[in-house]
């Protein structure tokens, strides 16, 4: 336990070098699925970005605007394989970016998929984020935003576990449900994002990491959310580049299905930038541009002024 709560406090150092307010842990009275497995939280930097795994206390991290202008709000999922959360570059760096734009937002240290961990660990990303929708919901009023226009952006696994919430709402999964409070996202933005779990396009490492290599046919079909989208399935935002060794047609799937189901949706590929690249500016070319357009999306919506 001692080395739980040292590891945690190292997190919360970290996160105080950035614009974070405020800290929401989202099971207070117990984490639900936890085996009392005593391990510390693992944090490391290597190659400038920041890699947490064991996370046994999920949380929220509340970024708030000096200057708000903007009474939408955005949870933010780092991506990371469901192997471990990069909650530097697609997480604080991203919350910080809203709130330069007058955008509350939240990143969410969400529970990764171990067995080791978790009873029905696959179950446990996607708890932690309607667990998060739930909270800010009720407590919309204390954060200054509005319940009806709070979105959910996802990179990479961060983009699965985004449009899983985006198209698997009817479903409150685990053992914590509340039928009054809504866990659907009301937008949702997708960034180099895995979307299906098909053999033809999915990334191998995510799926495995969340299903397992031997995941059965209707667990791969009920983790491949292009199958999942509806009428409705919340107004969509898409980036990916073609040379991705996540597949671009991971967005184009998505981006079909919510044609078909008269979903708005915009979506963005550039020929290059490869994987991970947030908000780098590295000489990548014309992706580097993609929060641009986003943020032309989001003004587009209201979302943003």
């Known amino acids: 336990m001692k080395k739980i709560l040292i590891s945690l406090f190292l997190i919360n150092m970290l996160i105080a070098a950035h614009a974070q307010t405020d800290t929401i842990i989202l099971y207070p009275n117990g984490v639900p699925g936890l ?19 064991d996370i046994t206390q999920p949380a929220v991290y509340v970024y708030q605007p000096k200057n708000k202008t903007s009474d939408a709000s955005v949870i933010i999922c780092p991506g990371g394989g469901y192997g471990i959360l990069a909650i530097d570059h697609e997480g604080y760096e991203i919350a910080e970016w809203f709130n330069n734009r007058g955008v509350t937002a939240f990143v969410l ?33 204390k954060y200054g935003v509005s319940p009806d226009k709070i979105g959910i952006m996802g990179f990479s696994a961060g983009g ?11 479903t409150q999964v685990g053992e914590i449900t509340d039928a009054t409070m809504s866990v659907r996202p009301d ?43 509806t009428a409705e399935t ?8 073609t040379d991705d060794f996540v ?6 799937l998505y981006f079909q299905a919510c044609r078909t189901n008269k979903v708005p949706v915009e979506m963005h590929i550039y020929e290059k930038g490869g994987h991970g690249y947030a908000l780098k500016k590295n000489g990548l070319g014309p992706v580097e541009s993609w929060p641009e357009r ?5 003004r587009e919506r209201k979302l943003m002024k």
């Open 187 to 229: 937008f949702s933005l997708l960034i180099y994002p895995v979307i299906t779990f098909g053999a033809v396009n999915t990334h191998s490492g995510t799926r495995d990491n969340l299903v397992g290599a031997n995941a059965t046919a209707d667990k791969i079909d009920l983790y491949s959310n292009e199958k999942h989208v």
């Open 160 to 170: 699965h576990l985004a449009s899983t919430a985006s198209t698997h709402f009817n």
């Open 35 to 53: 085996k009392g497995v005593q391990i510390p939280e693992d944090s490391q930097k290597s190659g400038g970005i920041t890699r947490v795994k």
């Open 109 to 141: 240290k969400n529970r990764l998929p171990q067995d080791e961990l978790f009873e029905n660990a696959e179950i446990r990303p996607l708890q932690d984020a309607q667990q998060a929708f739930r909270i800010i919901r009720k407590n919309a009023a």
């Open 294 to 298: 986003m943020e032309d999306w989001l």
């Open 234 to 241: 919340p107004p969509t935002f898409l980036i990916s580049t």
């Open 247 to 252: 597949s671009p047609e991971n967005s184009i």
